[in-house]
């Protein structure tokens, strides 16, 4: 499968709106948070339609290949980042910093079991708190390629298997509403897998689908972008009643449109704005600025309490820094070693 420029230029879109969030807590994009959402329908997309595509190249799924290059995509600029930014904490805490135990932290980024020692009320995350999203997307990539196996074994077409991931994403839905009608913690229903995946649902539904039969009238890509960048800019807090029920599910099928439209139409001009250099600039380093830019502004905000929109702002350009680095001299090399030339992160991001 070709890689799609505007897709790059969709992940700059989600990372900008989340950075923009954690920087200036809600301040001015009160709804960025949902960028997450966007990151996880599109990771769900290209890892579906990868899958998807070697099974009908080669007749089967290699599950040894695909864990190999998510390993490759995900583990080297994870794992550089947690440990830097565990040797910092180590090193500020010895001068008596009042910071997270970087051990626990370590441990629970590394393990993928972020979301849900949040989830459970264990630790907040701390400095490394954003890696709650990537846990969740490597525990659905743990599950996600065996359930869709054995959907094809018992299934008598693709429609079939997509009518069933639509049930799976209807079920995440009820089942989170549920749970929060029983009083279930925010944290509960914001970070654990069970309530989270019909993001990922979606972004496998469309695969499953096909873009060839979306119909003419949702092929503008200029619709579903401007609700997102409208709720960026207005939406309700994140562990809010209406979010916490069917907000993130309408999150995922806004976002699932946007991705179809910019697939079938891209050559429109919504899918040529995601196209331009600065989007592709900033799409191609979204997993490392998304990986970069929580430390770099919580743990001088542990420090300096109270610090100014402009020491935040120079924080926030230092982490853009950090994730060119972290591209060129670690996501790309080992990049380079892939089999597949899509590439399909995520934003836990």
Known sequence: MQRLPAIDGLRAFAVLAVLVFHGFYG????GG????????????????????????DTGAISLIGFYKRRARRILPALVAMVVIVFLV??????????LHDPF????????????????????GGGELGHTWSLAIEEQFYLIWPFLLIGLAALARNRAWIAAMVAVFFAMVLSWRSTLWFFGATPERLYNGLDTRADSLM?????????ISRLPRILRSAMVPAGMLAAFFLCGPVWNGAFMLTVGYSLIALLSMWLV?????EPAG??????????ALWVGRRSYSLYLWHYPAIVIPGQLLPGQSTVTTAALLLASFLA???????IEQPFLRQKTLTLSSDGIAK
């Open 27 to 30: 301040a001015y994009l009160p």
């Open 104 to 123: 626990i932290l370590l441990i629970l980024s590394l393990t993928s079991l972020m979301n849900w020692a949040r989830a459970l009320g264990f630790s």
């Open 33 to 56: 948070y949902a960028g997450v959402d966007l990151f996880f329908v599109i990771s769900g997309y290209l890892i579906t339609t990868i899958l998807i595509n070697e099974q009908k």
């Open 89 to 98: 904490m180590v090193l500020l805490r010895l001068a008596g910093a009042p």
């Open 323 to 329: 994730a060119d680095l972290s591209y060129r001299f």
């Open 260 to 264: 179809a439209a910019l697939v079938a």
């Open 269 to 278: 001009s919504t899918a040529h704005l995601f196209s331009s250099p600065i």
């Open 202 to 210: 979606a972004g496998a539904l469309l695969a499953l689908l096909g």
